[in-house]
């Protein structure tokens, strides 16, 4: 009789070993992800915006203050540059590259005015945004808003194939620029 004991004794201390480790053997399998499904579609990557006669279409996926960023821009892609464009007003008959970038977060509801370059290097977080980065220095800034670059300058040199219309001012651009020397920024869950 004694045998049965042990045995069941055995089973129990089994059991009970193997209860205690599996919190830590699940803890270890969610440290080794962040504890996350790689499915999980709050962390899946925007996807890109199209480019079509110059302006952008956004993705389905887009949230709506993303969307009217876009829309936004759109409205004054095909104007030409102007130092100092978009400041002093925000409809002007042409935008320097803050006053592009600014116009656009402006229609997508995440500025109340106007910044300067310089002033767009300590907006918003740090970082790159899911949807929306502005790239700053002193002296420039331009965003990329669902993958296109919103920019006055550095133009994509296939751009005639979708329409982009040559010169200056604000563009959608699908090739991207060295970020170098540049504060990135972003405007917080967006």
């Known amino acids: 009789m004694v045998k ?3 045995h069941s004794f055995a089973r129990v201390l089994a059991l009970t070993c193997l209860l205690a480790c599996a919190p830590a053997v699940a803890h270890a399998a969610e440290a080794s992800n962040g504890g996350t499904s790689p499915n999980d579609p709050r962390y899946a990557p925007a996807k890109n915006a199209k480019i079509v006669n110059g302006h952008a279409i956004p993705p389905k996926s887009a949230p709506r203050r993303v969307k009217r960023a876009i829309y936004a821009a759109n409205e004054i892609v095909d104007k030409p540059y102007k130092y100092g464009g978009g400041h002093a007003s925000v409809e002007d008959r042409g935008y320097d590259c803050s006053g592009s970038v600014s116009y656009a977060l402006i229609g997508g509801n995440l500025l109340k005015s106007p910044l300067a370059s310089g002033d767009f290097m300590s907006w918003g977080q740090r970082g790159k945004g899911k949807w929306i980065t502005v790239y700053a220095n ?5 965003a990329v808003i669902a993958g296109l670059r919103l ?3 550095s133009r994509d040199p296939n751009g005639a194939r979708y329409g982009q219309e040559p010169g200056t001012g604000p563009r959608w651009n699908k090739t991207m620029r060295d970020p170098s020397g540049y504060r990135i920024r972003h405007p917080g869950s967006f």
Do not use: E, F, I, V
Not at 138 to 142: C, K, N, P, S, T
């Open 138 to 142: 002193g002296g420039h800034a331009y």
């Open 151 to 153: 920019d006055t300058g």
């Open 4 to 6: 049965p004991l042990r």
